[in-house]
């Protein structure tokens, strides 16, 4: 087989090195999860959600996560029966459905995003805000890379994904 060119071992570096942190910072992050009773799983749409401070679509919670819907609707029933979100209809559409978090859900989410700024600051103390933005822009070539593989190509731009980008903090996704 002959030698890859020089830029696709380094893409292959890149998304190699991407699994196995992705990997390593569940783990490291699940200690601190664990501790309010949240399992890996349910931690993702529940810190989405309280991310975005406001009540969000059950589907557009799972396009924001990445979660399919029908696995989505698990997740939300242990958080539900955890006392942590809460799902409403829609009154401007009673098929869809609200999710929101109660204020045990605002109380543990806080506490956990308290620990976890302190876990990153840790982790991340020695990466530079300039590393940590192109890693974003990194970040943000996989997402469109993959939704763009998924999407037909006559799909226009306003109708694709949203864009994410260095500035946009509001977007971090999972833990």
């Known amino acids: 087989m002959p030698a890859m060119p020089e830029i696709d071992v380094l893409r292959q570096s890149v998304s190699s090195a991407l699994v196995i942190a992705a990997r390593q910072w569940r783990r490291t992050s699940q200690g601190v999860i664990a501790a309010y009773n949240v399992s890996e799983a349910c931690a993702t749409p529940l810190l989405i959600a309280a991310r975005l401070d406001a009540p969000v679509r059950q589907v557009a919670l799972a396009e924001l996560t990445g979660i399919e819907g029908p696995s989505l609707v698990r997740l ?9 979100v809460r799902r409403d209809e829609d009154p401007d559409d009673r098929r869809a459905k609200i999710i929101s978090l109660t204020d045990e859900g605002r109380s543990v989410t806080a506490k956990i995003e308290k620990e976890l700024i ?47 980008g260095p500035t ?8």
């Open 118 to 164: 302190g876990l990153r600051a840790g982790v991340l103390n020695d990466v530079s805000r300039e590393d940590l933005e192109a890693t974003l822009r990194v970040f943000a070539a996989f997402k469109l890379g993959a939704f763009s593989q998924t999407q037909p190509a006559s799909t226009p731009a306003s109708q694709q994904g949203p864009a994410i």
């Open 76 to 84: 939300l029933d242990q958080l539900c029966a955890a006392n942590l």
């Open 168 to 175: 946009d903090t509001n977007t971090e996704e999972g833990v």
